[in-house]
Each structure stands twice: as structure tokens, then as C-alpha cells.
């Protein structure tokens, strides 16, 4: 689903990834892990074609994104769906129309049926009835529920997370891994997920990989990783 060759990005003049090579197969669930700062958001968004790479190129499904065009890029990314670390929701919007925004900029469905979706997705992640609230009256945990709903409206068949268990207490961030797991499985998507959380990492993944000097050291099952004799994912985890 996503081949990364080569991949060179430049952050303020510093090279954070250098030479990336990667390979995401069609409905796995890959993590990302590493320590902060180490370039694994940027990675995500250089897969979303946020962020243009210095060289290398990404093929999403067979297409070398790096060589599109702004227009065409537009289109592709509906593509995917973002769980952004911080949940990016909208504060001004209710939580209804937070999860509706896409279908109503992109999509000419009736009321009804905008309606209809967004009771099932929020009732799916476990927030039924909450459509009229706003942001600033859930807690950090739903708040990541919503927008997990939001990421999904489009039926994306990649979903992209960054961080998702970040400054979640062990219980929530537990639920949200459960959550995880059980919407990779219902919509069958192919999932990327970015997180220094090592217990995140082994619960929802299908491989790891460890974003380390610019490069992806692995990528490795759950059993290979927990066994390996490499002493930089060692120290990573302490294994």
C-alpha cells in the first residue's frame, strides 16, 4: 500500500530523515516508535504530502505522490484519514459538525443522511448522543474518541495517527488502543501509527519499525522485536 525509497527531508537545515527506506503492506497495522523529536511526525506528513521531500519518492498504491500536483494531491489525500496528536478539533463547532465537516465540504448528501452517519460513527467509538456538546466540555479521552470518529467519516483506506495515546492516563490510553484495534479490524485500513508508547506499540501492532538517525531500523513482529539483539531498540525499549 505505501513504498518509501530513498527518502530525504530536510527540517531547518537539518536532515531528519536520510535515505528512508519503508514498505507498508495493504491492511497491516505498522508502528512507528521512537524517542521525541526523532522526525516521526514529519514522516507522517511527508507520507500525507504535507511536506515535499528533498529526494526519494513515496508511491501510495502504486502512485508516486512526490511527482503530483498540488490539485491532484487535493484529491488523494481524501485518501486517508489523520488522528492528529493534539485531536485538531474545531472549538467553535459543535462535536456533530466537527465529525459532519468533511462529508459537508466534500460530499452533497442530504441533512438526513450527514445525520445518520455521524450517530453511527460516534455511537461506534462510544460517545452516543454527544452531537451537540463542543469540545471544551469533553475530557482529553473522548475528545480523542471524536476525533477518531472524524478521521473515519470518509471511509479512508489508510489511516494515519500521530500519537494517539499521548497524554492519556493508563486506563484511557489502554481504551484508545482497544479502540484502535477495533476500528483497524471493522474498516479494514491500512494504519500507520507514530508513538513512543511501548506497550501501545505492542498492543495494536502487526510490525514495528524505530525511526532512528533518519533511518527505519526493521521493521519487526511483535515477537521479533521483543527478542532482538539490536542494543539501540534494547535500550529503546529495555528489553
Known amino acids: 500500500m505505501i513504498e518509501i525509497k530513498e527518502l530525504v527531508v530536510f527540517f531547518k537545515e537539518k536532515r531528519v530523515l536520510d535515505h528512508l527506506n519503508l514498505e507498508v503492506k495493504k491492511g497491516e497495522s505498522l508502528v512507528i516508535i521512537g524517542p521525541t523529536g526523532c522526525g516521526k511526525t514529519i514522516l507522517l506528513k511527508t507520507i500525507l504530502a504535507l511536506i515535499k521531500p528533498d529526494e526519494g519518492e513515496i508511491s501510495i ?41 468533511y462529508l459537508k465540504e466534500h ?21 452516543e448522543g454527544i452531537e451537540g456538546l463542543k469540545p471544551s466540555q469533553l475530557s482529553g479521552g473522548m475528545k480523542k474518541r471524536v476525533a477518531f470518529a ?48 511501548r506497550n501501545s506499540a505492542y498492543k495494536i501492532a502487526d510490525r514495528i519499525g524505530m525511526l532512528y538517525q533518519g533511518k527505519i531500523i526493521g521493521p519487526f513482529t511483535t515477537l521479533e522485536i521483543q527478542k532482538t539483539d539490536n542494543p539501540i531498540i534494547k535500550e529503546f525499549l529495555r528489553i
Open 61 to 101: 498504491g502504486g502512485t508516486n505522490i512526490t511527482k503530483l500536483e498540488e490539485g491532484e494531491l487535493n484529491k488523494f489525500r481524501k485518501r486517508f484519514g489523520v488522528i492528529f496528536q493534539s485531536n485538531a478539533l474545531f472549538d467553535s463547532l459543535t462535536i456533530g459538525e466537527n465529525v459532519a465537516f
Open 150 to 197: 472524524r478521521a473515519l467519516i470518509s471511509n479512508p483506506e489508510i489511516v494515519l495517527y500521530d500519537e494517539p495515546t499521548t497524554g492519556l492516563d493508563p486506563i484511557m490510553a489502554d481504551a484508545i488502543n482497544n479502540l484502535i484495534l477495533s476500528l483497524h479490524n471493522e474498516f479494514s485500513v491500512t494504519s500507520v501509527i507514530v508513538t513512543h508508547d
Open 107 to 127: 460530499m452533497e448528501l442530504e441533512e438526513r443522511e450527514i445525520g445518520r452517519r455521524v450517530e453511527d460513527l460516534l455511537k461506534m467509538v462510544g460517545l
